[in-house]
């Protein structure tokens, strides 16, 4: 527990928009590195705002890369950690999974959907908001609340687990895939190799326009392939039905 802690407290502890890195366990705590990961999203969304066509477009893919891992080893490194040790971690982890399921969903919708400018404007709008909601959840909530009940060690341990599952993790929404452990953690491998894949072509089409075509039926085979594996049925073990997606 850290008692050297002073700032804007709650009954939960004190937001972590309040506290330096110090008072967060340093360095490789998973605290001092899921802030800043929320920092470098908070200067994205910012981004998404001031831009628009491609420029746009290229911001939201950088958003994609540090969302979708982030979210992934949350869900299966720190939510059930917090459902262990805090008594409400049921409840407060199942918000923060609906959440990033609407992330999914929007993003799914904006890459899959031909949107007229005004829909594509309230989906950007509500993804924006959604990713901010998720953040204030976590900044001060559940993270503060996972500080009073872990030493610097653990949360040390806990990030560096944290780490290197965000740096094997998907980095495309995939909302049929469990938001939950088991399933989630199946799925990670074949996805991640795929989504990779899909990025490469993606940013070789952007430099190439003449081979973009081409790049981009390959990005397509890619997503398909990566729904054929999203739907495998182990994949959707320890899924709840509240984040569950079903007939896509
Ligand atoms: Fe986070
Ligand atoms: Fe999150």
């Given amino acids: 527990?850290?008692?050297?802690?002073?700032?804007?407290?709650?009954?939960?502890?004190?937001?972590?928009?309040?506290?330096?890195?110090t008072q967060l366990g340093g360095p490789a705590s998973v605290l001092v590195r899921q802030k800043r990961e929320h920092v470098r999203l908070?200067?994205?969304?910012?981004?998404?705002?001031?831009?628009?066509?491609?420029?746009?477009?290229?911001?939201?893919?950088?958003?994609?890369?540090?969302?979708?891992?982030?979210?992934?080893?949350?869900?299966?490194?720190?939510w059930p950690v917090i459902r262990r040790v805090l008594p409400d971690?049921?409840?407060?982890?199942?918000?923060?999974?609906?959440e990033h399921q609407e992330v999914n969903e929007l993003v799914t919708r904006l890459d899959g959907e031909?949107?007229?400018?005004?829909?594509?404007?309230?989906?950007?709008?509500?993804?924006?908001?959604?990713?901010?909601?998720?953040?204030?959840?976590?900044?001060?909530?559940?993270?503060?609340?996972?500080?009073r009940?872990?030493?610097?060690?653990?949360?040390?341990?806990?990030?560096?687990?944290?780490?290197?599952?965000?740096?094997?993790?998907?980095?495309?929404?995939?909302?049929?895939?469990?938001?939950?452990?088991?399933?989630?953690?199946?799925a990670a491998l074949p996805l991640t190799v795929l989504d990779n894949l899909r990025d490469l072509c993606e940013v070789a089409a952007h430099r190439s326009p003449r081979t973009a075509p081409a790049l981009n039926n390959v990005s397509h085979a890619l997503a398909q392939a990566a729904g054929r594996v999203e739907r495998l049925g182990a994949l959707r073990r320890g899924e709840r039905n509240l984040t569950s997606v079903e007939n896509r």
């Fill in 1 to 21: 527990m850290n008692h050297h802690v002073t700032g804007r407290a709650n009954a939960r502890g004190i937001s972590l928009a309040d506290q330096d890195e």
């Fill in 89 to 98: 971690g049921e409840a407060l982890t199942r918000q923060v999974e609906e």
């Fill in 42 to 78: 908070d200067h994205l969304l910012d981004g998404l705002q001031g831009t628009s066509g491609a420029e746009q477009n290229r911001v939201l893919i950088r958003i994609y890369r540090l969302v979708f891992p982030h979210a992934f080893a949350e869900e299966s490194v720190l």
């Fill in 149 to 186: 009940q872990l030493s610097v060690s653990q949360l040390r341990r806990l990030g560096v687990a944290w780490e290197l599952v965000r740096r094997t993790a998907p980095t495309r929404p995939h909302p049929v895939v469990s938001r939950r452990p088991p399933g989630n953690a199946l």
């Fill in 114 to 147: 031909l949107l007229d400018p005004s829909e594509r404007r309230q989906v950007l709008d509500r993804l924006v908001e959604v990713l901010r909601e998720d953040v204030r959840d976590e900044e001060d909530a559940l993270l503060p609340g996972l500080q």
